[in-house]
């Protein structure tokens, strides 16, 4: 049986965990999760907007975690912008609907429910995606409030250790600032042959200078694009 490939995840720690585990759920012993974040969250405890709110928004797991400190103050109902975050929303509590997508396929969800309401967008302070915003555009009211923020860290041992490993290493990245908190994170005595997994073309823009045997981009800006697109890294890293 051919040794496991090595999946080095440096988002932050509870998007990584949750990766690592549909990493392992999909390919068994076929895969080896690092998780070595660059990011670290610091939650934060603003000041809640008046409601009341028919429901929450979440663009993050962060941001579900985050929000656990302003529970008592929030409606039930929480859009989700895909799986794993619904997940951990319903796991708090929440009656989670997933949006299986990225910040465009939930808005779409949300602009075609039947209900009305104010709702409130947890989020971060670097989230992009302009979902308040467009929703606002559309005629639905929405508060923003940032809960968390993400600061850069030096790349965590378990993350060295597997860049100096000679063989390959797939690296998903799902963001332009991680894609650049990587690049700056590579040591001089690089020995890994990396291959990029990237989940946008603007993370592929911001991954450009960064060395590799390849770069593979995820067919859907969402994790089970990622998941798909990591499947056809490990087939190409794998070949003889």
Known sequence: MPAPVTVLLTRPEAEAHAFA???VQRFGDRVRPVVAPLMVAHHLAPPMPPGPFAGVIFTSVTGVDAALRL????????WCVGRKTAERATA???????????AAALVAAILAAPFTGRL?????????GEVAE?????????ETLVVYRQ??????????KALAEAGPLIVPLFSPRSAALFAAALPDDLRAALWLVVISDAVATAAAAIPRQGLLLAGRPDARAMLEAVEAALEKASAP
């Open 21 to 23: 585990a549909a990493l």
């Open 120 to 128: 409130l967008h947890l989020r971060g302070e670097d989230t992009k």
């Open 71 to 78: 529970r008592k103050d929030l409606p039930d109902l929480a």
């Open 134 to 142: 467009t929703l606002i555009s559309a005629g639905i009211e929405t």
């Open 92 to 102: 708090a509590g929440f009656r989670a609907r997933s949006a299986d997508g990225d």
């Open 151 to 160: 600061s850069g860290q030096p790349l965590p041992s378990a993350g060295c």
